[in-house]
DNA sequence: TCGCAATGTTAACGATGTAAACACTGCCGC
DNA sequence: GCGGCAGTGTTTACATCGTTAACATTGCGA
């Protein structure tokens, strides 16, 4: 694997990364339907049993897909949170939910892996669970630092949570799914700003007795 | 189909029900992986091949489904509504939302299955399309009427109905896909009606001036 | 240098979606 | 009453898929 040139010296060398890579592509580009170990392995250049060096079977490649989808999610929010240093608390919470919604409508394909029927056996991999488990942690924890600051009311941080997270899971799937069809609704490239303005106000009044 | 017993009396008669019965069966049993067309007309205890003649392929078939997943969906809304017709227009759609999440917890997978991959193609579908902008047309005449009622801010009714949706489909999916683990998330019996409680302090406050 | 462990390959099995050609059957017009 | 046609179902066949088992290669460490 030294002489080799540059990027992917599979053949020798980094199979998995190199699977892990047009999987990636092929599901963005032809749906998830249209993936299948045995056209990866051909477009991979290699046999279709090699996979099985590297995964135990199709869920696990999967799962490792959906790992780093859900890392990717992450390291976005992380990323945006970085950004804006100062932000108070609901300004954080506000910009985790951009760019979730921003992440999902990027990566179609791969957001609907990560939350596809397959994985609902999601506990079978530990490492996938973590990743999962991580993305959530950010916003509750953003949550919890509005409330601990009294940004938020004093709701029950998970259910705010959960709140929060159906808002922002719902805007990203109907999008992806190609539901959100009227002209009146932003393009998908602002969708995540126009959102924001909804999550600030209706977390802002949240729990204040509605009687 | 005169001298034979009671219900299904296909062999002669209704395949196409008894099908898209059997289906919707195994569908909530065992999950939408295990359905395929050659176990289902084992279980109907027909010729493979004589699903064609009602479906055009599988993914016709599975339209069928989802269509009627949406009338079942619309169906439990609209009763819901009947039971309590003096609602003004905000409670209106509180229940609404409860409907559609008891719906979609008490149909996981149906309700996975009309939101599925493999029906993004939804509009090589009439029937399902038009069943289900019927469910959606529902919640989006619930929001105008609140709206000019004055019981909802005038915020353009699209985007107050895109939140409403995305709100309760992502509070389903999350739900169904086992997302919401702890303790702290109400069981799905009552999700319903713990979300109502969300929706409606969210709704009210809604895009009053978040600055 | 030998050998083992990692990595790939070929061959094979059962299941699936689907197409093509053929068979039954009950109704419709003559 | 009957002949044929349309609707419905069957048998056969094919390509593809996920996966297993047995075998081959190869490069690194003792």
Do not use: C
Request: zero cysteines; a negative charge; hydrophobic letters at 45%.
């Amino acid at each position: 694997m030294s002489a080799t040139q540059e990027i992917d010296s599979y053949h020798h060398g980094n199979l998995r990364r190199a699977l892990i890579g047009t999987a990636l592509n092929a599901l963005e580009q032809d749906g998830p339907a249209a993936l299948s170990l045995r056209g990866l392995a051909r477009s991979v250049g290699v046999s279709a049993t090699a996979v099985y060096r590297h995964f135990a079977n199709k869920d696990d490649l999967l799962a490792a897909i959906a790992t780093e989808g859900f890392e990717g999610l992450s390291a976005e929010m992380t990323a945006r949170l970085a950004q804006e240093p100062n932000a108070d608390t609901l300004r954080r919470l506000v910009i985790l939910g951009e760019g979730y919604v921003n992440y999902a409508v990027a990566h179609p394909a791969h957001y609907r892996l990560m939350f596809g029927k397959r994985m609902v056996e999601r506990a079978a991999y530990p490492t996938l669970s973590k990743a999962a488990a991580h993305s959530y942690g950010m916003l509750e924890q953003a949550v919890a630092d509005a409330v601990a600051s009294g940004d938020l009311p004093a709701v029950p941080v998970p259910l705010l949570s959960t709140l929060a997270w159906s808002l922002v899971h719902g805007l990203s799937t109907l999008s992806n799914d190609g539901l959100l069809n009227d002209k009146q609704l932003p393009a998908s490239a602002e969708l995540g700003k126009t959102f924001t303005h909804m999550l600030a106000t209706a977390l802002k009044h949240l729990a204040q007795p509605a009687e």
